[in-house]
């Protein structure tokens, strides 16, 4: 054996050595990156994916049918249970703006109807603002419908030439029973990176690739796409619609994340159809009323001890007692009832009202919406939808109208209630004229509108004439139509489900 040891190896020092795992990174990445720019040179966009992968309907029928002098759109006899008549020529003029607006019953203006909605007053408003122009707004919007429901109406709509596309949607994502067994679900952590890589044109392509070869293998297969969805009935199939509706909610996590993810997916898809009809489309940022609306239904947390829920009703008891002698001790108990029951919607509801009497404006907004978004019937648009359609509208390069912001600058505290809400999520007349200005300082700074000068002075004017054409009549069937939305929400409705035909009785609270 030779006493010679081999040369030592020179080592490549740290740096040196990241850096050359940094080139060969971006190496690998260059034929990406080529084709990333090949694609956006090209304006490539990806196929607008019309299908739903996670529901399906029994059938889809037409919003708007020809009339008999074959002259107008008009609302479908068997779509009215769900809209409002309305109608609009077939054969749009050269000074025609058509503006279509989509959403739920606040599109639609209840517990009222499309006269005293937003929509009524934003065409009162361009008008007064622009009268050389033949401005058409169109209201589609459907009672407790979802975003999912709302997707074909688009579909149709984009078909009769509509030039702005207003959506309004958020509040009704809850309301129907479907099953998301299918869904994978992408970790928080890494939500963020995930959503950023979508929109590069590269991961679009694969997806599209994707999709099309599982299409084709499903047709060899000659398995039917709606054997892994919810087969939805062609019209709203609410829970609350139902007796006991309201005991079908519990709480579930992975559930309600499902639906967030559904309903991100169908606005994207909603967003694209428009870009792709080359139709601008703005969303709208609905309000909800935290300080008069309690939670729908509370839940204490998963897992709390019994031991737990004892000394919980003894300091919301505590609490009580204390509210007209020591304010802030009755905030310190109630906080205390909270730290140890943090999923109960009713406490942080009860909290937030007791901060809010104490001018506690920040902190009461903080209890009272987390008391939104823990209601085990979520019936408001919850945080995590609200920010889905906030990131939506910065993905996508879309217009958000700030009704929301409006109404808390409209509230003590900048806490919305019935001071601007009928109820949960029904603006009062004013305050769908508030929505209505919303829109058109929207319209004004995307140069839609040009105003003319003091057109506002003509809006007064033209509202106060519209005003006059209300009859008490109207008034009394609104009143009717809210005290059956109190029943609905409060789970009384009268509908009896079968189970074995799974008809139901006609006769209903009303919504």
């Known amino acids: 054996m030779s006493d010679t040891l081999p040369p030592r190896r020179r080592r490549v020092s740290s740096p040196r050595r990241w850096l050359f795992r940094v080139l060969a990174v971006l190496v690998g990445l260059v034929p990406l990156i080529l084709f990333e720019v090949s694609l956006r040179m090209m304006d490539w966009q990806p196929r607008v994916e019309l299908h739903d992968p996670f529901v399906d309907f029994q059938n889809v029928r037409p919003l708007f049918v020809p009339s008999e002098d074959q002259r107008n759109w008009v609302m479908a006899a068997n779509r009215i249970e769900y809209f409002q008549p309305e109608s609009f020529a077939i054969s749009k003029q050269p000074s025609e703006f058509r503006i279509v607006c989509l959403g739920g019953s606040t599109v639609q203006g209840r517990p009222y109807s499309i006269e005293t909605s937003f929509t009524t007053w934003l065409q009162l408003s361009l008008q007064a603002a622009d009268p050389a122009t033949q401005w058409e707004v169109i209201n589609c919007g459907g009672v407790s419908y979802a975003s999912y429901r709302l997707v074909p109406i688009l579909e149709e709509m984009l078909q009769h030439e509509p030039d702005l596309i207003v959506l309004a949607t958020g509040h009704n994502e809850f309301l129907e029973d479907r099953s998301y067994a299918g869904i994978k679900q992408v970790p ?4 963020g990176a995930y959503q950023r890589m979508t929109r ?34 062609t019209e709203v199939d609410a829970l609350l619609d139902y007796q006991g509706g309201l005991a079908a909610y519990h709480r579930d996590a992975n559930w309600s994340q499902a639906v967030v993810t559904h309903f ?3 606005l994207h898809r909603m967003i694209q159809m428009a870009d792709a009809a080359a139709v601008p489309i703005v969303l709208v940022d609905l309000p909800v009323n935290l300080r008069d609306c309690p939670p729908f239904k509370s839940q204490d947390t998963g897992g709390i001890s019994d031991a737990d829920q004892r000394r919980c009703q003894q300091l919301i008891a505590e609490a009580r007692d204390m509210f007209t002698r020591d304010r802030q001790q009755a905030i310190k108990k109630l906080e205390l009832a909270v730290a140890i029951n943090p999923q109960h919607a009713g406490l942080h509801y009860q909290l937030g009202l ?32 609200r920010n889905v359609l906030r990131q939506a509208a910065q993905d996508r390069d879309v217009p958000i109208v700030a009704a929301r912001q409006r109404f808390e600058s409209l509230s003590l505290g900048g806490i ?8 949960h999520v029904h603006p009062t007349i004013p305050g769908h004229q508030a929505i209505a200005s919303e829109i058109m300082e929207m319209l004004i700074s995307m140069q839609i509108v040009s105003p003319r ?13 519209h005003w006059e054409t209300l009859t008490p009549v109207y008034f009394e069937r609104g009143k009717q139509r809210l005290e059956g939305l109190q029943m609905w929400t409060e789970g009384r409705s009268k509908k009896i489900r079968n189970a074995s035909t799974n008809a139901v009785d006609t006769s209903s609270a009303g919504r």
């Not at 928080?188 to 939500?191: E, F, M, N, Q, R």
């Open 453 to 465: 000068d003091n057109w506002q002075t003509t809006r007064e004017q033209s509202f106060a004439r």
């Open 416 to 423: 919305p209630g019935d001071n601007v809400l009928l109820d």
């Open 200 to 233: 590069l044109r590269v991961t679009q392509w694969v997806q599209q690739l994707v999709a099309s070869s599982r299409r084709d293998s499903s047709n060899q297969e000659k398995t039917s796409d709606s054997e892994a969805q919810n087969i939805l009935a």
């Open 354 to 385: 007791l901060l809010l009497d104490n001018k506690q404006f920040e902190r009461a907004k903080k209890h009272l919406q987390i008391a939104n978004d823990e209601d085990i019937c979520p019936l408001r648009i919850v945080t995590a939808n």
């Open 264 to 266: 991100r997916h169908n």
């Open 188 to 191: 928080d952590s890494i939500a």
